[in-house]
């Protein structure tokens, strides 16, 4: 038993700083030019909603300025999501309803936080119901390319 308990903590702890170094990667992947439009829409939103997880967890551990860096990531990356998804004319729906996700999920952690921290959170919020509308807008315009 207690060699089954030491290993799942080895294990564990093995697998802790492959999470950063994925999200290290993922963010190399979409600054890379030879990615295309398409891809970079669906790795700007697997990198928005892994920094929502830090956030949460950065601001329940007490690490803000941690935490206020992952909130700043999810709306950057958000942002450059919906870019590549109207530049590509795919995913729009899939990245609106993951925006909206990440949204509520903010708001969660906002109603959670003492009233100085809670800004940048609010305003991350705001941008990202920008995203929303911007690719609403798109989808439902009249225009077809």
Same mark, same amino acid.
């Given at each position: 038993?207690?060699?089954?308990?030491?290993?799942?903590?080895?294990?564990?702890?093995?697998?802790?700083?492959?999470?950063?170094?994925?999200?290290?990667?993922?963010?190399?992947?979409?600054?890379?030019?030879?990615?295309?439009?398409?891809?970079?829409?669906?790795?700007?939103?697997?990198?928005?909603?892994?920094?929502?997880?830090?956030?949460?967890?950065?601001?329940?551990?007490?690490?803000?300025?941690?935490?206020?860096?992952?909130?700043?990531?999810?709306?950057?990356?958000?942002?450059?999501?919906?870019?590549?998804?109207?530049?590509?004319?795919?995913?729009?729906?899939?990245?609106?309803?993951? +925006?909206? &996700?990440?949204?509520? #999920? @903010?708001? $969660?952690?906002?109603? /959670? !936080?003492?009233? =100085?921290?809670?800004?940048? +959170?609010? &305003?991350?919020?705001? #941008? @990202?119901? $920008?995203?929303?509308? /911007? !690719?609403?807008? =798109?989808?439902?315009?009249?225009?077809?390319?």
């Amino acid at each position: 038993m207690r060699t089954s308990f030491l290993l799942f903590l080895l294990l564990t702890a093995s697998l802790a700083p492959c999470a950063e170094e994925s999200l290290d990667a993922l963010k190399a992947h979409f600054d890379r030019a030879s990615t295309s439009t398409e891809d970079r829409a669906q790795i700007g939103i697997r990198i928005a909603q892994m920094q929502v997880r830090n956030a949460d967890h950065f601001y329940t551990e007490g690490h803000t300025d941690e935490a206020r860096a992952a909130v700043e990531d999810v709306a950057s990356y958000s942002e450059k999501a919906r870019d590549a998804s109207i530049q590509s004319r795919k995913h729009e729906k899939t990245i609106e309803i993951d +925006v909206r &996700k990440m949204a509520d #999920r @903010l708001r $969660d952690i906002k109603r /959670t !936080l003492a009233f =100085e921290d809670q800004a940048p +959170v609010d &305003k991350a919020i705001r #941008r @990202l119901e $920008d995203v929303r509308t /911007t !690719l609403l807008n =798109e989808m439902f315009s009249k225009k077809k390319n």
